[in-house]
Antibody, heavy 117, light 112 residues
């Protein structure tokens, strides 16, 4: 069974940093592109970042470019999101999601990041 | 970025009746490989989103056949032939033609 388990969320002050992790199991992690998608409280879904299977291709939403860094460790079946210079508008549940042929086939349960003083 | 616009934003449906959600993109989602990169997701209350339909009309594994997707170019539709209580939640269309991928605003479906 495919499982994606996010962790690392919490309360952080504006301007602070946080590192999210996503632990994968039940599939060949190194063969798939993985994405981060977020959802602000009571709002819709927003794609955040994508990383290809070998980390050769990475892209970010304009709203996080220059502040967030996506990475992966295929030996550890893990995905990461380093978030710096956090703002109140980054407050959201962050989901990791595995691609199929482009669509997001499997999603984790999400981890909540709250940016507040 | 490609803008995705859904309508209506909310829908109240009697069980057993059909429902339809529209999604329009600001540019064609047809790629040179012949595929159209438009997907539909359902987020049930308190849950993570789940894939329903990919590439306009392909039902994901395990999705009931009362769900169907159609459309082309910039205009797309998700139809539920007979709504059931378990279908409540927020439905999102999403384009994966061009990074940054973008979602529609979501359509909240409730049962009357």
């Amino acid at each position: 069974e495919v499982q994606l388990v996010e962790s690392g969320g919490g309360l952080v002050k504006p301007g602070g940093s946080l590192r999210l992790s996503c632990a994968a199991s039940g599939f060949m992690f190194s063969s798939y592109s993985i994405n981060w998608v977020r959802q602000a409280p009571g709002k819709g879904l927003e794609w955040v970042a994508s990383i290809s299977s070998t980390s050769s291709y990475i892209d970010y939403a304009d709203s996080v470019k220059g502040r967030f860094t996506i990475s992966r460790d295929n030996a550890k079946n893990s995905l990461y999101l380093q978030m710096n210079s956090l703002r109140a508008e980054d407050t959201a549940v962050y989901y990791c999601a595995r691609e199929g042929g482009g669509e997001l086939v499997h999603w984790g349960q999400g981890t909540l990041v709250t940016v507040s003083s | 970025d490609i803008v995705m616009t859904q309508s209506p934003l909310s829908l109240s449906v009697t069980p057993g009746q059909p429902a339809s959600i529209s999604c329009k993109s600001s540019q064609s989602l047809l790629y040179s490989d012949g595929k159209t990169y438009l997907d539909w997701y359902l987020q049930k209350p308190g849950q993570s989103p789940q894939l329903l339909i990919y590439e306009v009309s392909n039902r994901f594994s395990g999705v009931p056949d009362r769900f169907s997707g159609s459309g082309s170019g910039t205009d797309f539709t998700l139809k539920i032939s007979r709504v059931e209580a378990e279908d409540v939640g927020v439905y999102y269309c999403m384009q994966t033609l061009q990074l940054s991928w973008t979602f529609g605003q979501g359509t909240k479906v409730e049962i009357k």
